[in-house]
T-cell receptor, first 114, second 110 residues
Framework: NAGVTQTPKFQVLKTGQSMTLQCAQD?????MYWYRQDPGMGLRLIYY???????DKGEVPNGYNVSRLNKREFSLRLESAAPSQTSVYFC?????????????FGSGTRLTVV | QQQVKQSPQSLIVQKGGISIINCAYE??????FPWYQQFPGKGPALLIA?????SEKKEGRFTISFNKSAKQFSLHIMDSQPGDSATYFC?????????FGAGTRLTVKP
């Protein structure tokens, strides 16, 4: 039982480069989320998808785009990476958009932008 | 502005002691309050959660106390063990929006 799978686990980018972080869940969850985790700031919501076909901005969406490819997959794209985007990125999913029952998180992608 | 404030930032407790972590929230629209536990190199994992119509919830050694009028809630870890050493996050949620506290790094000394 894989849960939430994120790829890649580590990535180093140069300023201005682009990349897509991939996320897939096998729990048949309706809602999916992208968070970034920075020291002393907890987890901050970048974008979420309450259900297949919908996406909405979270707390810190600038510099990011997302695609809910199907019910299983939710990708995060950095079009032009900046050093301020150095962070650990977590994808999560939940059965309900209310979050009740909790989120299941992936193991994260550690991104460094130089 | 941080919608969920968590304290302390770090906590050291002796084995067998009680660990207490506090959180306060601002938005009264939040209706679900989970706690997550995170070990190094891993994603957060749901530990225990409560809804605002309940003042306390206990699961094993972990208890959430909830004060709706004060907009505060706390996690108590009884008989703390070295295996409990991790970072703990409180959170507050409503539809499509879960806000996390900044985290508490708990160290339980043997």
């Amino acid at each position: 039982n894989a849960g939430v799978t994120q790829t890649p686990k580590f990535q180093v980018l140069k300023t201005g480069q682009s990349m897509t972080l991939q996320c897939a869940q096998d729990m048949n969850h309706n809602s999916m989320y992208w968070y970034r985790q920075d020291p002393g700031m907890g987890l901050r919501l970048i974008y979420y998808s309450a259900s297949e076909g919908t996406t909405d901005k979270g707390e810190v969406p600038n510099g990011y785009n997302v695609s809910r490819l199907n019910k299983r997959e939710f990708s995060l794209r950095l079009e032009s990476a900046a050093p301020s985007q150095t962070s650990v990125y977590f994808c999560a999913s939940s059965e309900l958009s209310t979050g009740a029952g909790g989120y299941t998180f992936g193991s994260g992608t550690r991104l460094t932008v130089v | 502005q941080q919608q969920v404030k968590q304290s302390p930032q770090s906590l050291i407790v002796q084995k067998g002691g009680i660990s207490i972590i506090n959180c306060a929230y601002e938005n009264t629209a939040f209706d679900y309050f989970p706690w997550y536990q995170q070990f190094p190199g891993k994603g957060p994992a749901l530990l225990i959660a409560i809804r605002p119509d309940v003042s306390e919830k206990k699961e094993g050694r972990f208890t959430i106390s909830f004060n709706k009028s004060a907009k505060q809630f706390s996690l108590h870890i009884m008989d703390s063990q070295p295996g409990d050493s991790a970072t703990y996050f409180c959170a507050a949620s409503r539809v499509g929006d879960m806000r996390f506290g900044a985290g508490t790094r708990l160290t339980v000394k043997p």
